[in-house]
C-alpha cells in the first residue's frame, strides 16, 4: 500500500474517532459549567436536622397537635417540594413533616448502605431530634415497602398509614435489580443532561409553579446521578426481598390511594386491596391519575385522610 493511501485512511480513521470524543468532551465541559452555574441559582428551604454525622433536611408545615409525616418514593429528587400541593392541602388541620431522605431534596449525600433499615432508622432519628413522638405515616411508592419495617420497629408511635399508591412486598418485578452501571459516567459526560433537554416536560400539567418546577429541575440534575440515589436504585431487589411476608400490624388503621390506570404492574389493585383486608380498620380508594397522585389528586387525598382520621382517631 503506498504511503499516501495509508495516510489518506490514517486520518480518516482519526476524524471518524475522534468527532465522537470531540463531541463527548464538549458534552462533558458543558455540563461541568452548567452544574456549577446551576449549584448556586438552587434556593434554600426546610430545616436541618442533624443525623450522625451528617444533615437531613425536612420540610415543616402546619402548627397543630396531630402530625402526618410524609416519605417520598425511589428517585424523588425533591420530596420537600414533590409534596407541596398534598402539604398545602393538609397544613390547615394537621402539622406535616416532609421528610428528604439522604440524597434526596437538600439533604446530605452518605456513604452508609441505602437499606431499609438504615433509611428507617435515619428517619426515626430525624423525628426523634425534633421531638416528634406520635404520628400517621404517608408513604409515597417504596416508602411503602420501608413503612413496613418502620412500623414494625416504631408501633408505638405510628398512629396509622396511608399509602399513595405505595409499593407492596410481593408486587411482580419488585426483586428484579435496576441496573445502575454508567449511570454516573453518562451524567459526567453530559449526556444525561442533553437527553433532558430534548425529553418532554416531566412536571407538564402538574400544579406546580414555573419557579418550583425550575427548583425540581435544579434538584434532579444534581441528586438523581449522585451516588446515594444511585445505590439506593441498586439497593431497590435487596430492599424488597426484605420486606417480603412482611404486614402491618392488624390494630393499624390503613388507608391506600391506589391508581387504577396506566400502572404495568400485573394485580396492581388486588395487591393493594390484600394489604387493606389484612387489617381491621382498611380502606382502599382507586384513583385515576400518574403514579404520583398527589399531584392532581391532593384535594381528595386530603379530604379522604381527614375523614379517615376522624373516624379511626376521633379528629
Known amino acids: 500500500m503506498k504511503k499516501s493511501v495509508k495516510k489518506a485512511l490514517v486520518i480518516t480513521l482519526v476524524v471518524v474517532l475522534g468527532i465522537p470524543a470531540f463531541g463527548l468532551m464538549a458534552t462533558a465541559g458543558v455540563n461541568a459549567v452548567a452544574t456549577s452555574v446551576e449549584a448556586s441559582e438552587i434556593r434554600s428551604y426546610g430545616q436541618k436536622v442533624r443525623v450522625g454525622d451528617r444533615d437531613l433536611n425536612v420540610v415543616i408545615s402546619g402548627d ?53 433499615a438504615n433509611i428507617v432508622a435515619e428517619v426515626h432519628e430525624a423525628l426523634a431530634q425534633l421531638g416528634v413522638t406520635r404520628y400517621a405515616l404517608a408513604a409515597h411508592s417504596i416508602s411503602g415497602l420501608y413503612a413496613l419495617a418502620y412500623v414494625e420497629a416504631h408501633r408505638d408511635e405510628v398512629t396509622a398509614f396511608v399509602g399513595i399508591d405505595s409499593s407492596v412486598p410481593a408486587q411482580p418485578g419488585g426483586e428484579e435489580p435496576i441496573p445502575t452501571d454508567g449511570i454516573a459516567t ?123 382520621f376522624a373516624e379511626v382517631h376521633g379528629r
Do not use: C
Open 64 to 116: 397543630h397537635a396531630a402530625t402526618v409525616v410524609l416519605l417520598p418514593g425511589l428517585g424523588t429528587a425533591a420530596p420537600g417540594l414533590d409534596f407541596a400541593p398534598l402539604i398545602d392541602e393538609l397544613d390547615d388541620t394537621y402539622r406535616v413533616i416532609a421528610v428528604e431522605p439522604f440524597g434526596t431534596g437538600l439533604s446530605d449525600q452518605t456513604d452508609v448502605p441505602r437499606t431499609t
Open 186 to 308: 453518562l451524567n459526567d459526560l453530559g449526556i444525561t443532561r442533553a437527553i433532558r433537554a430534548v425529553s418532554p416536560d416531566p412536571y407538564a400539567g402538574t400544579p406546580f409553579d414555573a419557579e418550583t418546577k425550575r427548583q425540581m429541575g435544579l434538584l434532579a440534575t444534581r441528586n438523581a446521578a449522585a451516588p446515594t440515589m444511585i445505590d439506593e436504585t441498586a439497593h431497590k431487589a435487596e430492599n424488597f426481598r426484605d420486606a417480603a411476608g412482611r404486614t402491618f400490624p392488624a390494630d393499624l388503621p390503613v388507608l391506600l390511594f391506589v391508581r387504577v390506570d396506566g400502572t404495568d404492574v400485573v394485580g396492581w389493585v388486588g395487591l393493594h386491596r390484600e394489604q387493606a383486608a389484612s387489617v381491621t380498620h382498611g380502606i382502599l380508594v382507586e384513583m385515576h391519575g400518574d403514579h404520583y397522585l398527589h399531584y392532581a389528586n391532593a384535594p381528595q387525598i386530603a379530604r379522604d385522610m381527614r375523614a379517615f
